[in-house]
């Protein structure tokens, strides 16, 4: 089966490698694949989340952790997880900005099309030469 691994990482560490493998393989082997490519040592430090942000167990193997082919698994140290604006919350960020800019539109839209009168017609002052 074929499993990429997306670095969330940024340096020489950064990056994606598309793997194929069996199953058998444990999430420590592919851990060592990625960084052997990268030509980088193995950091402990060092974990892989699968598509729904759940942190894999290096001592099980990828069938156990239920990876399928065409998934995609994602590098990241350990301690990031715990960021604020951590990689798997970008999402509720993009929703946020979503909605204030929707009701900043709101906003203008309403003041556009208020009615009555403006500052403009109550105080002009109309100058004939």
């Known amino acids: 089966m074929l499993v990429t691994i997306e670095s969330t990482i940024g340096g020489n560490v950064a990056g994606y490698l598309q793997c194929t493998v069996t199953g058998n393989e444990t999430i420590s082997s592919l851990l060592s694949t990625y960084c052997e490519s990268k030509g980088i040592q193995v950091n402990p430090n ?42 798997t919350s970008w999402w509720l960020l993009a929703f946020g900005s979503m909605f204030i800019a929707v009701g900043g539109c709101a906003v ?22």
């Open 46 to 87: 060092f974990l892989l989340r699968d598509q729904k942000g759940v942190v894999l167990d290096n001592k099980k193997t990828l069938s156990g952790s239920n990876i399928k082919h065409g998934d995609t698994l994602y590098l990241e140290i350990r301690g990031m997880q715990n960021g604020v604006f951590r990689f």
């Open 108 to 129: 203008v839209v309403t003041l556009h099309n208020m009615t009555g009168s403006t500052p403009i017609e109550e105080d002009a002052c109309g100058i004939d030469a």
